[in-house]
């Protein structure tokens, strides 16, 4: 059974950075994608950034040249680098894996979910 844990989320000034984890255990996405998705107040879950296997990149494009997303197979972690942070940035981050089928910015094309990280930046 696959397990996520995210961390690194907290409450942070516009223009600070923040650097989130994903740990997996229970799987081995060496041959995986992975993403990252994040939910505000109110709002749908919706795609930040995603990494296939072979390491390319996609983002959506109100975090693109602020967000990296990397990922550490020797370690079964992924992360999200948050540069110059937005109070519209402001959401619950979970990170995915087990991508199935569909784009890698589709929730459902994802099978397994973290419990999420709570990220919050002040104007």
């Known amino acids: 059974q696959v397990h996520l844990v995210e961390s690194g989320g907290g409450l942070v000034q516009a223009g600070d950075s923040l650097r989130l984890s994903c740990a997996a255990s229970?799987?081995?996405?060496?041959?995986?994608?992975a993403g990252w998705f994040r939910q505000g107040p109110g709002k749908e879950r919706e795609f930040v950034a995603g990494?296939?296997?072979?390491?390319?990149?996609h983002y959506a494009d109100s975090v693109k040249g602020r967000f990296v997303i990397s990922r550490d197979n020797a370690n079964n972690t992924v992360y999200l680098q948050m540069n110059s942070l937005k109070p519209e940035d402001t959401a619950v981050y979970y990170c995915?894996?087990?991508?199935?089928?569909?784009?890698?910015?589709?929730?459902?094309?994802?099978?397994?979910w973290g419990q999420g990280t709570q990220v919050s930046v002040s104007s």
């Open positions: 229970g799987h081995t996405f060496s041959n995986d994608a």
């Open positions: 990494i296939f296997w072979n390491g390319v990149t």
């Open positions: 995915a894996v087990k991508l199935i089928e569909g784009p890698i910015a589709t929730p459902s094309s994802f099978v397994s």
